[in-house]
């Protein structure tokens, strides 16, 4: 049972453009919410990370939006550069240090791609 | 400030025998978990261990194991080896209190 669900699987933004990425959870007990970054050969770096008692959270270019009824969240990127493409992953665990009961539970990833 | 060390950073062993991979976290973090990424399944967690004690493990088979060590370090275990087990293993370590976790670059097992 897939816990967390990410949207797209692969997305192309132009230079400049707003980059959205979606993701739903159905484990109520998650109370923390990370968004990683990975990129060909490296480990998932983390960009930003949100609990559940802000809807929004900004760093940067980068902004989660938080919906707690609709247990929804996403990642918008703004001002997208190619520096940008990488593949981003959703994240939700329960608990202690954003580790929790099970670990994090990650989504499937969002390849993204900024063209010039 | 060091990041996540994991050693090695390639693998190569055949179906049957067993392997070990290290990981050495950020100074003065105590958690260190650990994941199995594929492109079929995504990134899944192994297991977690704080202060040399297992919190937290995942759904995996016995074959795989761990532990950590006094110093914080963690070796994970994978015996008899399969196919199946082919894959990128990624160790990340964290403060224990609140704080995000910090990935390694990985380990890339590959069973032939």
């Known amino acids: 049972q897939q816990q967390v669900k990410q949207s797209p699987q692969s997305l192309i933004v132009q230079k400049g453009g707003i980059s959205i990425i979606n993701c739903a959870y159905e484990?109520?007990?998650?109370?923390?919410f990370p968004w990683y970054q990975q990129f060909p050969g490296k480990g998932p770096a983390l960009l930003i990370a949100i609990r559940p008692d802000v809807s929004e959270k900004k760093e940067g270019r980068f902004t989660i939006s938080f919906n707690k009824s609709a247990k929804q969240f996403s990642l918008h990127i703004m001002d997208s550069q190619p520096g940008d493409s990488a593949t981003y992953f959703c994240a939700a665990s329960n608990g202690r240090s954003g580790g929790g009961a099970d670990g994090l539970t990650f989504g499937k990833g969002t390849h993204l791609i900024i063209q010039p | 400030k060091a990041g996540v060390t994991q050693t090695p950073r390639y693998l190569i062993k055949t179906r049957g025998q067993q392997v070990t991979l290290s990981c050495s976290p950020i100074s003065g973090h105590r958690s260190v978990s650990w994941y199995q990424q594929t492109p079929g399944q995504g990134l899944q967690f192994l297991f977690e261990?704080?202060?040399?004690?297992?919190?937290n493990k995942g759904n995996f088979p016995g074959r795989f194991s761990g532990r950590q060590f006094s110093n914080s370090r963690s070796e994970m275990n994978v015996s008899t080896l399969e196919l199946g087990d082919s894959a990128l293993y990624l160790c990340a370590s964290s403060h224990g209190q609140g704080s995000g976790y910090t990935f390694g670059s990985g380990t890339r097992l590959t069973v032939v």
């Open positions: 261990y704080f202060s040399e004690t297992q919190r």
């Open positions: 484990n109520t007990a998650f109370d923390y």
